[in-house]
């Protein structure tokens, strides 16, 4: 078990009045013991207890290492699991769940145990999660410091005549020989009209001269997820491409900036958002400027205009405000990570903002 982190969450349970939780997300449950565990259909239950005493539950083709912290009780698939762990259940009680758990399990134990109440606890991990330790704070750096390299060999092949989804499979190449396990989510690369949908999925469009090639891209590096977003031109760029391609990038700095502990993570969205606006483009700004971002890349805690929570040393979250003009045919996305410190954040990524133009005959 991950004694600190552990202890974290056991304080969080104590202060939402919760003797026992259930842990199911398998992210959250490597986060507290170190075990990576996905087991599909099958049941996944970390109790954790406020007295110390804890318990996983899950099934006997997950064999797990000794623990004198943790006891582990398998179940076969012929059993009923839920009965398994309702055993260590205390009754009468109200039990944090976490927002991941199957309703199939949630209401088996509601049949076993109609004494408890159940409330879904998610909060407390998930606060917890989001502040970074040393150990994993020096982790994004590796991983963003990959990325890095991985979007400096990805520009410099961008011009040799590949198609939106033949350049993503020579991104997967890039990462593998870089180190990193594989993508840490599915990346966008898009080129001329494409870039004006946020969340385009690549397909098989050739760039040509003129076009904005947009690389929304992140890979894992021991088990931590990187993100970053860059533009660049092929050939040649047009006077609105560059001046778009300013505004969102003056609105990137001016999100850093306001990303620092004291201030509210709608601080960061508004500070980007406001400059879009007061240029005429809030309209074509259409999403959230960030997320958080560590073993998942999206993870509790966005950078919204609600999100009124405030922002702590520890933090890491990517600010990405974006202008999409359909009509133009074309998008412009810049994004970085940021890493919340004592007295402001660093920034992650390190490839240049510059504007770029490859060379394209």
């Known amino acids: ?19 026992q939780m259930i842990v199911s997300d398998p992210y959250s449950v490597y986060y507290l013991t170190g075990r990576w565990i996905f087991p599909g259909e099958r049941l996944l239950a970390l109790l ?10 899950l099934s006997n083709l997950y064999p797990q290492p000794e623990d004198s912290d943790l006891e582990v009780t398998y179940v076969d698939d012929i059993q009923d699991c839920i009965e398994a762990l309702a ?11 976490d927002k991941n758990w199957q309703a199939k399990f949630l209401l088996r134990m509601l049949e076993l145990n109609p004494t408890n109440t159940f409330v879904n606890a998610s909060a407390i991990v998930d606060d917890v999660r989001m502040i970074k330790d040393e150990e ?22 961008a011009a040799r005549g590949y198609d939106e989804q033949q350049l993503s499979d020579e991104l997967l190449k890039i990462y593998k020989e870089l180190g990193a396990e594989g993508f840490s989510f599915e990346p ?29 891209i992140g890979g894992k590096k021991a088990d931590y997820c990187s993100d970053m977003t860059r533009d660049v031109f092929l050939g040649t760029v047009s006077d609105r491409q560059r001046e778009i391609y300013e505004i969102v ?25 406001r400059y879009i606006e007061s240029k005429g483009f809030g309209e074509y700004f259409p999403h959230r400027t960030g997320h958080s971002i560590g073993l998942e890349v999206h993870e509790f805690g966005n950078v919204a205009y609600n ?13 990405e ?28 990524n390190h490839y240049t903002k510059d504007l770029i133009v490859i060379p394209f005959e």
Do not use: W
Request: charged share 25%.
């Open 249 to 273: 990038l003056e609105a990137n700095l001016r999100g850093i900036t306001a990303a620092k502990p004291g201030n509210r993570m709608c601080d960061v969205d508004l500070a980007a958002r």
């Open 1 to 19: 078990m991950k004694k600190l982190r552990v202890e974290k969450v056991l304080q969080g349970m104590e202060r939402k009045g919760l003797s």
């Open 87 to 97: 055993v260590y259940v205390k009754k009468g009680t109200v039990i944090g769940v």
């Open 321 to 348: 405000p974006g202008i999409y003009l359909p009509e133009e045919g074309f998008g412009i996305r810049i994004e970085d990570l940021v890493l919340i410190t004592e007295h402001g954040c660093e920034v992650l």
């Open 136 to 157: 994993e704070q020096e982790l994004m750096r590796s991983s963003s410091l990959l990325n890095d390299k991985a979007v400096e060999r990805l520009t410099a092949i």
């Open 48 to 57: 954790l207890g406020t007295d110390g005493k804890h318990h996983l539950v």
């Open 307 to 319: 999100n009124e929570s405030i922002i702590r040393p520890g933090q890491c979250f990517s600010v």
């Open 188 to 216: 966008i690369i898009a080129f001329g009209r494409n870039t004006a949908d946020p969340h385009y999925m690549p397909q098989h469009a050739k760039a040509v001269r003129g076009d904005c090639m947009t690389f929304d």
